[in-house]
């Protein structure tokens, strides 16, 4: 992508309440310019809630509807088929989640606007924990790390819980992995998502410089370094088609780099770091990345 | 206008179909299903131009309800027991979003232990959310308060929670008069909201406020709820017009001359008039006020029907613990600055479906002396 054709235009206003280095606010910013002004953002409970701005105020340029934590995408279905019934079926209806709301809270209306197949874009900007509420683990904390509901860090018998294949298994329209981290990646996802029908989830790894107790300026390297040692994995599913991985470095960097960065996984000891160095690897060479 | 026997449950269908709601989200629970079953159907054939979302839980049902309205289109849904108590938190959201979603709620008791039959603890433990409540008598009553319920809610900006008593009203057939679509549309227009989701004047909804703008809004909830009663009474009004039936707030049967008053909300109302008439023969006076509106609730309307040297015996199907029977607290409540208060009896006359005879309340009143005023009631 040539970063020259990013549309000029901005959404996200100036102003809005994000913490320095948040990349949840970056990602909403990016991911509007492509979504454009025929838009309308479903949000339940999350930092989103507060980076938006209080009333009577708004960061955004497009139409936002907040909502209980729950709910969002059962929100989303109304709002949809309401526009469907108006006449108007083709506004983008997307929800704009954390990891709380996605993995956890909201899980249940997820699954069932998935199986519905309601025409929405669901996007969780996935910081793996309940960031806005002070930092306290939810299924999208990794093992290993630190949150105040996990002052030992987050034991080792729990796993990431597998978001992108349970929306897989829902056959969606499309489902991906991506970070804003990699734009071309983001953009490219986000252009397929808005431009197909039916059910599409994207799954955004967002840092959080407070929660994973980095420097704000090290914010989009931590995302960069996520890939680069596959901890995380941009990947892609459209339709019936194979899962596809969008995205693979030359060598694998080892996990060690990306923990060495972030407070969250500074108690950590060589064993622990090996046992999840495995796993990743594991899990890469399932993806026959390795 | 057209005459048939139809279940409560169809009545209210119908009610739904007149009104022309464009979206219903709904999740099954007894004994409201036959509702959404024949809504399902009057979609499904064509008959009603409106979607049907079959979603996953009463949380959901709620929630689509209320992106739906947000999104300005005229939204149904309908619940009971459990599925009530589970849609509480978005029950809430809908009203501080102003919302006009109408819901039909089929009066059922909550577990544990598991019960399906009617009482009114559901929908009375959703007394102070800011959603309108009505209870209806008959399936007649049911399908009218649809459409005027639909009006006001439109006019005011807040829901309408309308109530029917699960199986006694929802599964029983009953002579129902239906109106014309041409008489529903000349009584109820098209929504038409003035805010809603718009791509071409984008604005945000729900934004956290602080305490000054967040009390500002509440207060003029309380503010729009007491000036409904204009809006209700302008509704009964355009309905008699159209329709020839009267509404209003409350109801009585053999009232004026009444020593003996049954206070009663819902089907129950039935029942009494039967066993008021068997006391009227044994001489005894005893009269009805039957509660249509319980939010808002019409204190002047019952001081005045209540007022005199009454004993008034209020049935409540549902009761607060620790304190009283619901119903009971709001009519102390609106004797407060009186000067002349009707003793009361706080009676808690059923709960989870223990059948109520006609003879159970003849006896009651017979035995009217015996029963102590100062303590809540229970039947033997």
Redesign the interface.
């Known amino acids: 992508m040539d970063f020259r054709e990013i549309a000029n235009v901005e959404y996200l206003n100036q102003g809005d309440f994000a913490c320095p280095g948040c990349a949840a606010g970056l990602s909403m910013r990016h991911a509007l310019k492509v979504l454009g ?4 953002i ?1 949000m339940p409970a999350s930092c989103w ?2 980076i ?7 960061a ?9 934590f ?2 969002a ?7 949809k ?6 006449g108007e079926p083709d ?1 983008n209806v997307v929800c704009w989640a954390g990891d709380g709301g996605t993995f956890d809270i909201g899980l ?2 997820i ?2 606007a998935a ?2 197949r309601e025409d929405i874009i669901y996007v969780c900007y996935d910081n793996e924990a309940y960031m806005n509420t002070g930092i306290q683990r939810s299924s999208a904390t990794p093992p290993g790390a630190w949150t105040t509901t996990t002052p030992a860090g987050n034991p080792l018998i729990f796993e990431k819980k597998d978001m992108f294949n349970i929306i897989a298994s829902h056959n969606p329209t499309y489902v991906a992995t991506t970070t804003i981290a990699f734009p071309n990646d983001f953009y490219a996802k986000f252009e397929k998502a808005k431009n197909a029908t039916g059910f599409r989830f994207i799954h955004l790894l967002s840092s959080c410089p407070p929660g994973w107790r980095i420097d704000s300026k090290d914010s989009v390297s931590a995302m960069r370094l996520a890939v680069e040692t596959g901890i995380f994995v941009m990947m892609e599913k459209e339709g019936e088609q194979e899962i596809k991985v969008t995205y693979k470095p030359e060598e694998f960097k080892p996990v060690k780099e990306y923990f060495k960065l972030q407070g969250r996984y500074k108690h950590l000891d060589e064993e622990t770091i090996n046992i999840i160095q495995e796993r990743i690897n594991k899990r890469l060479k399932k993806l026959n990345l390795l | 206008m057209q005459k048939d026997m139809l279940l409560g449950s169809e009545a209210i269908a119908e009610g739904v179909k007149l009104a022309r709601p ?2 219903i ?1 709904a999740y099954p629970i007894t004994p409201q299903t036959h509702i959404i079953e024949v809504l399902s159907e009057m979609t499904a054939k064509g008959e009603l131009d ?2 049907f ?5 009463e ?15 005229r ?1 149904f849904t309908a619940t009971s027991s459990h599925g009530l108590a589970l849609m509480h ?2 029950l809430h ?1 809908i009203v501080g979003a102003r919302l006009p979603v109408v819901l039909v709620n089929a009066n059922r008791a909550i577990g544990s232990p598991w019960n399906i039959w009617t009482d009114q603890t559901d929908s009375m433990t959703q007394r102070d959310l800011g959603w309108l409540q009505v209870y209806c008598e008959t399936a007649q009553e049911a399908l009218d308060t649809i459409l005027q319920a639909f009006y006001i809610a439109e006019k005011i900006q807040l829901p309408f929670m309308v109530m029917i008593d699960g199986f006694i009203l929802s599964h029983t057939l009953e002579e129902v008069l239906i109106p014309s679509q041409d008489e529903a549309d000349e009584f109820l227009p098209p929504y038409k909201p003035e805010y809603f ?3 071409n004047n ?9 305490g000054d ?1 967040f009390y500002m809004l509440r207060k003029s909830i309380e503010e729009t709820m007491e000036g409904s009663f204009d809006y209700i009474d302008e509704a009964h009004k355009r309905f008699e017009k159209i329709f020839k039936r009267k509404y209003g707030l409350i109801d009585t049967y053999l009232l004026d001359d009444a020593e003996i008053v049954f206070v009663v909300a819902g089907a129950l109302a039935g029942t009494t008039k039967v066993a008021i008439d068997t006391l009227r023969k044994n001489n005894v006076k005893a009269g009805l006020l039957k509660i249509r509106y319980f939010r808002p609730f019409p204190k002047k309307e019952i001081v005045d029907a209540l007022k005199g040297d009454k004993k008034v015996v209020v049935f409540n199907k549902a009761l607060s613990f620790g304190s009283s029977g619901q119903i009971t607290q709001e009519i102390k409540e609106a004797f407060y600055y009186e000067d002349k208060k009707p003793v009361l009896y706080d009676y808690i006359l059923s709960l989870g479906g223990k059948e109520v005879f006609v003879e159970n309340i003849v006896d009651l009143a017979n035995n009217l002396d015996n029963l102590d005023k100062f303590k809540i009631l229970w039947r033997e």
């Open positions: 002004d025929e838009t309308v479903v809630s507060i938006a701005g209080g009333l009577p105020t708004t955004l340029q497009v139409p936002l509807m907040h909502v209980p729950a709910t995408a059962a929100v989303a279905s109304g709002v088929n309401a526009f469907k019934e108006k506004k249940q209306a699954s069932g199986e519905r | 464009k979206i989200p409106a979607t979302i079959r979603v996953e839980s949380l959901s049902a709620a929630a689509a309800a209320m992106g739906a309205s947000q999104a300005g289109v939204t938190e978005v959201w989701l718009d791509t984008p604005m945000s909804f729900g934004a956290a406020a602080k703008i």
